[in-house]
């Protein structure tokens, strides 16, 4: 996986875009993809209210963030559950059931 092209490159070939060139022509002239221009341009467009089609940065940061505490709470989960059948299995006791879960 190549390393992310650090984001004052990217608002370059951004303004570029925007100032006439075609991601195409950009894309023979610099590295990255023209697909990776467009996407760069797009997500410019996303994140300053130019478009709604889809997630901003900031969304797109919040869903990932809110992905890995959704991850790390059902790990949670498990690990409480199998903790508490062990420790009801070992005291001879079984627990109520909640109607919650």
């Not at 889809?54 to 790390?72: D, F, K, N, P």
């Amino acid at each position: 996986m190549r390393p992310e092209y650090p984001l004052e490159f990217k608002q370059q070939i951004i303004e570029l875009v925007r100032s006439g060139r075609s991601p195409k022509a950009l894309a023979k002239e610099f590295e990255p993809s023209e697909q990776t221009i467009r996407n760069w341009v797009k997500q410019a467009e996303l994140d300053s209210g130019q478009r709604t089609d889809g997630l901003t940065s900031a969304e797109q940061a919040e869903l990932r963030q809110l992905r890995r505490e959704v991850r790390q709470l059902k790990l949670e989960r498990e690990i409480l559950k199998k903790a508490a059948a062990w420790f009801a299995r070992e005291t001879g006791t079984v627990p109520e059931r909640d109607s919650s879960s």
